[in-house]
Structure formats: structure tokens, C-alpha cells
């Protein structure tokens, strides 16, 4: 193993660690998809397709999935007012490493994520049996892709952005994402002409993928090319604005 992944682990443990210690970021990531799995599966209150726990799966991974946008938000923002990112970004890690780092503990975390949620679904009725490899592999890759939208936007205001700007930025948009963009509740629910805009943002497409594809086994492709989409984008924009210091 070269030195420049030895530091990137390093750094990943670093930030995974920085994660799972800070309670704000344990509720935000762990605690409310876990409630929102339960809550979903086991109330009637939010229509949602058969079997009712799948869809509420769906529905708790793609908020799972989004808490990273808030997370990293925030940390970025701290982390650029007090110098910390400018400081590392001139260490032999170098910016990309640091960078990696963050996404690497994204992914970390989103596993601890997974293997949670999988447990308190498999309580409340969730059955994972009926899928096969190509919609297991659909399913890590919406995972996957979102993760990297909700990250590189996350770097975007996180980076170019006053810290108390980006709280309550990052807050905002995580509740209205999680109320009303699709990401948890059917865009069904909206009006006609919403839910078809709503379809190719990140969060609409996310959430319906997902539950589309653990009710019925269906692999939303064009759910899949939306995220690259916006993936693309966001990183493009991260990459041109983002300042590593305040």
C-alpha cells in the first residue's frame, strides 16, 4: 500500500470516528432514519405501495443516504472557519486526500447505516429475500450515487458559505427535502406537475427508486442517470468554488 492511501485511511478513520462520536450527527444519520423506518412500517398515516415495511426500507435508506448532505455540511463549514481544512489541505495529504477522506468516511458511516436499518426492518416486517444480484446491485448503486450528490453539494455550500449560513441552509433543506422532496414520503402524495419536477431532482429520485425497487424489483434506470447527473454537476461546482478558507 503507497503512503498517499495509507494517509487516506487514516483520514477516513479520522473523520468516520469524528462522525460516530458527535451526538448531533449520530441523530441526524442513525437515530431519525431508524425512527422513520418504524414509524413508516408500523402506522398507516403515509400512504405508501405494498408490502408496506419494504417501501418504509426504501424510504429510510434514501434518508439515510441525504443525512450525509447535512452532515458534511456543516462540518466543512466549521472545519473551514477554524482553519482546519487549510492546515491539512497543506500536510502531504493535500487537498484530494482530504477529500477522499471525507467521502471515504461518508461511505463508512452509510454501511453502519445499512446494517442498521437492514436489522430494525427485518423487526417490523422487512423481508430482503426476494431480491436478486441485479436489483442488489441497482440498489447499492442509487446508494452509491446519491451518496456522491449529497456530498459534493454538501462540499459546495459547505465550502463557499458563512458556517451559520450552512446551519441553517443545511438544516432547512434536509427537512424539506425529508417533508415534502420525495425522499420519504411518495410523490404521489404532491400535485401532478410537483411530483414530475420533483422526479428529477435528487432527492425525488432517490426515494422513489428505492422504493420502487423494494416493492416491486423494478431498477428505476432513469433514476440512476438522474443521480449521475447531478453527481456530475455537483462536483463540477464543488471542484470550482469550493475555499478552504473562510
Not at 2 to 13: M, Y
Not at 171 to 188: E, I, K, R, S
Amino acid at each position: 500500500m503507497s503512503a498517499t492511501s495509507r494517509r487516506v485511511l487514516a483520514q477516513t478513520r479520522f473523520e468516520t470516528l469524528a462522525v460516530l462520536r458527535n451526538g448531533e450527527q449520530l441523530l441526524l444519520t442513525l437515530l431519525l432514519p431508524a425512527i422513520a423506518l418504524v414509524a413508516l412500517a408500523s402506522t398507516d398515516l403515509v400512504p405508501l405501495p405494498g408490502p408496506r415495511a419494504h417501501a418504509a426500507m426504501g424510504s429510510a435508506l434514501a434518508m439515510a443516504v441525504a443525512s450525509s448532505f447535512t452532515s458534511q455540511a456543516i462540518a466543512v463549514a466549521f472545519d473551514r472557519r477554524w482553519g482546519v481544512l487549510r492546515m491539512l489541505a497543506t500536510t502531504p495529504l493535500g487537498p484530494r486526500g482530504l477529500l477522499a477522506g471525507k467521502l471515504g468516511a461518508v461511505l463508512v458511516v452509510l454501511v453502519v447505516q445499512t446494517v442498521l436499518l437492514g436489522a430494525i426492518g427485518l423487526a417490523v416486517g422487512w423481508r430482503p429475500g426476494g431480491l436478486d444480484v441485479v436489483q442488489l446491485l441497482g440498489a447499492l448503486a442509487l446508494m452509491v450515487l446519491g451518496t456522491g450528490v449529497f456530498v459534493t453539494f454538501a462540499l459546495l455550500v459547505g465550502g463557499t458559505l458563512r458556517p451559520e449560513a450552512v446551519l441553517a441552509i443545511a438544516n432547512l433543506l434536509f427537512v424539506l427535502m425529508v417533508v415534502g422532496g420525495g425522499l420519504v414520503l411518495p410523490l404521489d402524495m404532491l400535485p401532478g406537475a410537483v411530483a414530475a419536477v420533483l422526479a428529477f431532482l435528487p432527492p425525488g429520485a432517490l426515494g422513489e427508486a428505492l422504493r420502487t425497487l423494494l416493492t416491486d424489483g423494478t431498477v428505476d434506470v432513469v433514476a440512476l442517470v438522474v443521480l449521475a447527473a447531478w453527481a456530475v454537476l455537483g462536483g463540477v461546482l464543488a471542484t470550482r468554488a469550493f475555499r478552504w478558507d473562510a
